[in-house]
């Protein structure tokens, strides 16, 4: 009876009870315990979704370049004159490059002409440049003259404040009537107003010369209201600083 109590149900005998050992947990430093996701980016490979840094390439560089072209304006038609002084400049460049000359000459012009070749051509096709004007800048025209047929002007001439009755002579052949920035001709006459040397308050018309003073010439600077009170230096900047120092003193 013994024996048959030990058999289980299926007829095999039954073993001794197995013994449950206790498994101590894991320590916290252990390797069981590390982050699930270093351990994971760590195996993980790199996905097609992660950024990458690209560096700059040709593509922008092209983009940009496409954008300046963009923004540049237009290019200006030329007018029928300038497109026919443009052609008259090219057919004066082709000219001088076809001149039969010897040695360095002939290479300077062909050298010279190619240049000015291209320009006309350039401004012909209308491609060039456009002048852009910058802020601020105010063009100023030139006022008109008139000229008799001869060629010479015809007196008076009116430039703003400053009336002009007669150009004078050139005197070449004497070096202190001319420099290298301006030219003092004997006989120059002109007329402007300023303040009076007898009464400030009011203006006066001077009339301003140049005589012929022998080696160098002589300046002159006379008030319509005091004739007799005629100021003279060797130079113009000398005879207007006298008329200065004349109106501060009657001031």
């Known amino acids: 009876m013994a024996s048959n109590s030990r058999r289980t149900a299926s007829g095999s005998q039954a073993g001794p009870p197995a013994k449950v050992l206790a498994t101590p947990p894991p320590t916290a430093g252990g390797p069981d315990h590390r982050p699930h996701s270093k351990v994971m980016s760590a195996s993980r490979p790199l996905s097609m ?5 690209k560096a700059p390439g040709k593509e922008s560089r092209i983009k940009k370049e496409e954008a300046s072209l ?32 010897t040695g360095h000459a002939k290479k300077a012009a062909a050298t010279s002409s190619a240049p000015v070749a291209q320009a006309a051509a350039g401004q012909a096709a209308g491609v060039g440049k456009s ?10 025209r030139i006022q008109p003259i008139p000229v008799h047929r001869t060629g010479l002007p015809i007196f008076p001439v009116v430039l703003g404040g400053l009336t002009v009755h007669s150009l004078g ?9 001319y420099s290298e920035r301006y030219i003092w001709p004997a006989g ?9 040397m007898k009464n400030p308050d009011t203006r006066a018309l001077y009339t301003c010369r140049i005589r012929d003073n022998g080696e160098a010439p002589l300046f002159e600077m006379v008030g319509d209201d005091d004739p007799s009170n005629v100021i003279s ?7 207007l600083c ?7 003193k009657a001031r």
């Open 233 to 239: 230096a060797p130079s113009a900047t000398a005879c």
């Open 188 to 196: 120059f006459s002109s007329t402007r107003f300023y303040p009076s």
């Open 49 to 53: 979704s992660t950024p990458v840094m």
């Open 169 to 177: 002579k050139v005197i070449y052949d004497r070096p202190n009537f």
């Open 131 to 140: 002048k852009r004007k910058k802020p601020g800048m105010v063009r100023k």
């Open 70 to 101: 963009l923004e540049r304006p237009p290019p200006k038609k030329l007018t029928p004159a300038a497109q026919a002084r443009a052609a008259k400049a090219a057919a004066a460049a082709a000219a001088a490059a076809s001149t039969p000359s």
């Open 242 to 248: 006298l008329v200065l120092t004349a109106v501060n």
